[in-house]
Nanobody
Framework: VQLVESGGGLVQAGESLKLSCMGSEHSITNYAMSWFRRPPGKDREFVARISWSGTLTSYSDSVSGRFTISRDNHKNTLYLQMNNLKPEDTAVYYC?????????????????WGQGTQVTVSS
């Protein structure tokens, strides 16, 4: 599965961005999908996860209530709506596909990663 992220950019604190992750060559329908991010100088961290059907979601405490993960399996695309962005949300954001299904283990990752998209939030 090849994953291609888009939608990153430079915004001011309080603004919104919507990231997309499109599966190319193969369907992502049967995969649990996640967003992770790597802030500058820090380790990668979990952001959000969604089951293949979209009925189950999970968020990190730092983004809960501000970010919404969703998917459109007909478009083979995963989304992350990010509202009320903060400077600490600055990071490279990656989507991840896991064929093993939805897991509550936030450290769990699937085998497939996108190339990443940069999100920069200025204060």
């Amino acid at each position: 599965v090849q994953l291609v992220e888009s939608g990153g950019g430079l915004v001011q604190a309080g603004e919104s961005l919507k990231l997309s992750c499109m599966g190319s060559e193969h369907s992502i329908t049967n995969y649990a999908m996640s967003w992770f991010r790597r802030p500058p100088g820090k380790d990668r961290e979990f952001v959000a996860r969604i089951s293949w059907s979209g009925t189950l979601t999970s968020y990190s405490d730092s983004v809960s209530g501000r970010f919404t993960i969703s998917r459109d399996n007909h478009k083979n695309t995963l989304y992350l709506q990010m509202n009320n962005l903060k400077p600490e949300d600055t990071a490279v954001y990656y989507c991840n596909a896991d064929p093993e299904g939805f897991s509550p283990d936030r450290d769990r990752t699937g085998d497939y990663w996108g190339q990443g998209t940069q999100v920069t939030v200025s204060s």
